[in-house]
């Protein structure tokens, strides 16, 4: 089987052509190719990710992409068709129309470059319909509902969270575009943390999902934002916190530690509440009250490095503290990580760490590098591990949509 997977739920534009062989329980993926163009570079002059500009991005791109990646996936010979008039019947291509008309750039470039195409060897469409910010998800949708209504292809509508959660378990094989999902033992625990989430979620087996904790504020990812903002830092603020860091920790080896400025420890919201939800709003504010606080404005910038440690230390010791303490508590044998947090070094190796030793029974799997960040891929595999088929007219935007059974 093959698979066309298309994400557009925030500020990456993602296409990914997958063909799955094996058995049903434990497929195989094999990439045929796999595309992410990243906005990053033009939200960060606004400080973080604009939704409007953002769809329009995701217009402008997607259809570039998405011929790439037929291209590269040899699903279809394209350099040999020239675009002629479509021999489309006048229907089908309203529906269509109808179908994009709130996308008026991407149906122009629709009409232009996708109207004459031969049918590809695509057997599903999965794309991922939310949560998410609803402009972006809308472009991905309604490109997938039109394609699958062109060449009547069926639909997999995913979750975006499903999809961090089985990049997490993603293994990849001797012939490096091959993967599999990893031989797991259940219960599983998934630590879903990004911009716009942060959620413990137990499954039982494969398609049941019970969130047991999230945040009641802002997520983790955002907490990254917003602190990185403060300090100047930019946009996204998780690498930027992560490299602030890593600068003060190269200073402390290299100085005495009386050295370095002081700077005060910053609260661990809710670490010892009993349940499992998670709160980063009063830390966050808790860095913005010592900012403002500062008697001298202009030292800020040698305190960067050692509050955006401090910062990071706190936000990473509740997220472990709590994972650890759902990890005995729920008896949970396998520990997935996923989403764009679980780029964060400090808190893979703490995890890590705290596993081995606390919970030796548990095994502990994080994406690889290249797939903590939103991707077509994981769209993919969540799509065939846990999807169901639907027509394009039954497939709309959830924005907040949440894991359910
Ligand atoms: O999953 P993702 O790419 O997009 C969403 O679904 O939200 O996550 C993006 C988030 C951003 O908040 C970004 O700052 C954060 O992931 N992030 C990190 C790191 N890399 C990305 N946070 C902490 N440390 C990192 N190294
Ligand atoms: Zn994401």
Redesign the pocket.
């Known amino acids: 089987m093959k698979i066309l997977a298309i994400e557009t739920?925030?500020d990456?534009t993602s296409v990914a052509i997958v063909e799955t062989t094996g058995s049903r329980i434990k497929p195989v993926f094999r990439v045929l190719s796999h595309l992410v163009s990243s906005q990053i570079a033009m939200h960060t002059r606004f400080g973080g990710v604009v939704p409007n500009l953002a769809r329009r991005e995701h217009e402008r791109l997607l259809v570039p992409l998405f011929l790439k990646a037929l291209r590269e996936a040899g699903v279809i010979e394209i350099s040999n068709i020239k675009y002629k008039i479509s021999k489309l019947p006048g229907k089908n291509k309203n529906e269509i129309r109808d179908i994009l008309h709130r996308e008026g750039d991407l149906l122009a470039q629709f009409e232009k470059k996708i109207f004459s195409l031969p049918m590809p060897g695509i057997d599903v469409i999965a794309v991922t319909n939310g949560p998410?910010l609803a402009p972006a998800l809308w472009v991905g949708v309604n490109f997938a509902r039109a394609l699958s209504h062109l060449w009547d292809i069926p639909l997999i509508p995913v979750n975006?969270m499903k999809g961090?959660l089985f990049s997490g378990l993603l293994q990849s094989g001797k012939e490096i575009d091959r993967y599999q999902i990893s031989n797991v033992k259940f219960p599983l625990l998934g630590l879903l943390?990004?911009?716009?989430?942060t959620e413990l979620v137990r499954m039982k087996k494969f398609g049941d999902y019970a969130i047991i904790g999230e945040t009641l504020d802002d997520?983790?990812?955002?907490a990254?934002?917003k602190v990185?903002r403060m300090l100047g830092l930019g946009y996204?603020?998780?690498?930027a916190?992560?490299a602030a860091a890593v600068r003060y920790q190269t200073a402390h080896t290299k100085k005495q530690d009386n050295a370095l400025p002081v700077i005060k420890r910053f609260p661990r919201p809710m670490i010892g509440s009993k349940n499992f939800n998670f709160s980063f709003s009063g830390l966050k504010t808790s860095v913005l009250y010592f900012i403002r606080d500062l008697a001298d404005k202009k030292s800020l910038r040698d305190l960067t490095p050692g509050i955006a440690k401090e910062f990071?230390d706190a936000a990473v010791d509740v997220l472990v503290a709590k994972t650890i303490r759902a990890i005995k508590e729920k008896d949970i044998r396998t520990l997935a990580v996923g989403?764009?947090?679980s780029?964060?070094?400090l808190?893979s190796a703490r995890l890590a760490q705290e596993v081995k030793i606390q919970c030796p029974q548990t095994e502990l799997f994080i994406p690889h590098p290249s797939l903590?960040?939103?991707n077509a891929l994981m769209i993919a595999v969540a799509a065939v591990m846990d999807g169901k088929k639907k027509t394009p007219n039954h497939v709309g935007v959830e924005a907040n949509m949440r894991l359910s059974v």
Do not use: K, M, Y
């Open positions: 739920s925030c990456e998410g975006h961090h943390v990004s911009g716009g989430h997520a983790v990812g955002e990254f934002d990185a996204p603020g998780g690498p916190i992560a990071q989403g764009g947090v780029a964060n070094r808190l903590t960040g939103d």
